[in-house]
C-alpha cells in the first residue's frame, strides 16, 4: 500500500495541527497503521497506532492525552490530531501501515509514507 502524509506545517506552542496518511488502496480497511517521527539528530519514535478496524488505539507516553489517532476506513484515511504542541514534539512525522495487528515497532511496519514536517516554536 502506498501512503501519503499531510498537515504538518510550523506554528507555536499551545496550537493544534491534524495530520492525515491517505492510502492508495480501497483495502486499507485490513491494515493498521501508526504514526512515528524523528527529530533531528535522534532516533525514529513510535507516535500512536491504530488497529485495522479503529477500535484499539495506542499513544506513547509523552503524547497521550495530547493527540488521537483515528481512522476513516471509507476515505482510506487515518488522521494524527495533535493538541497543544510543544517545541519537544517538531520533528518529521511518518505514517506507516501494516496488515490487521496493530503494532508498535517500527520494523513491524512494511509501508511508510514520505514525512511532513511539524515544526512548534515557544
Known amino acids: 500500500v502506498q501512503l501519503q502524509a499531510s498537515g504538518g506545517g510550523s506554528v507555536q506552542a499551545g496550537e493544534s495541527l491534524r495530520l492525515a496518511c491517505a492510502a492508495s488502496?480501497?483495502?486499507?480497511?485490513?491494515?493498521?497503521a501508526g504514526w512515528f517521527r524523528q527529530a533531528p539528530e535522534k532516533e525514529r519514535e513510535f507516535v500512536a497506532a491504530?488497529?485495522?478496524?479503529?477500535?484499539?488505539?495506542l499513544h506513547a507516553g509523552p503524547v497521550k492525552g495530547r493527540f488521537t489517532i483515528s481512522r476513516d476506513n471509507a476515505q482510506n484515511t487515518v488522521y494524527l490530531q495533535m493538541n497543544s504542541l510543544k517545541p519537544e514534539d517538531t520533528a518529521v512525522y511518518y505514517c506507516?501501515?501494516?496488515?490487521?495487528?496493530?503494532?508498535?515497532?517500527?520494523?513491524?511496519?512494511?509501508?511508510w509514507g514520505q514525512g511532513t514536517q511539524v515544526t512548534v516554536s515557544s
Open positions: 491504530i488497529d485495522w478496524s479503529g477500535a484499539a488505539t
Open positions: 488502496e480501497h483495502t486499507f480497511g485490513d491494515y493498521a
Open positions: 506507516a501501515a501494516r496488515l490487521y495487528k496493530i503494532a508498535t515497532m517500527s520494523s513491524d511496519f512494511a509501508s
